[in-house]
């Protein structure tokens, strides 16, 4: 598996169903996931790790870190319909490679998650619909484990900065992106709309 076969297998996961704007479900573009999560691989953060996938959705980043050798992922997510697309694009995915892959799907806030993990990947809600909801992923994040990689609008970096200086971590790495956000709900105005999206990896000092 190299990084281009991972973005083409995870270009072909279901997307939700129905989305539900409050929670800001937009799926993370496969090229953007496989780019980091080829990328946390070669710095030895996802082979026999055990990992969270905070706010899930449809599964893309956990399941590209089982295909990538994690030991096993948490799926957490408070939407019921997220998680069952996740389960079946877990059930695509071990068909397309043969292969079965350890997982657990959690039906819950985010906040009642208390599991210590190796490493967090997320992708949480920006905050647009509901303020503050993109700092309680990385407080949450915090709490769990000494790596994360979290996605963030790049207009936010002074805030992802401090909270990470103020709770004893260190920025390693920023990845920046041009995120597709997809027309999806009545108010978007174009087929695809781009937003200045950044991925940082933390680590715990």
Partial sequence: MNKKQLSILLSKLSNFEKQDVKLEQYPTDSNIAAEVLWDAYL????KDKLIA??????????LGALILGAKKVIFVDIDKNALEVAKKNKAFIESELNQKYNAMFLHENVQNFKRKVNVILQNPPFGVQKNHMDKLFLLKSMELAPVIYTFHKISTEKFVRKITLDYGYKIKQKYAFKFPLKKTFWFHMKSIHYIDVGCWRLVKI
């Fill in 43 to 46: 710095k030895e953060d996802i």
């Fill in 53 to 62: 996938d905070l706010g899930c959705g449809q599964g893309i980043l956990g």
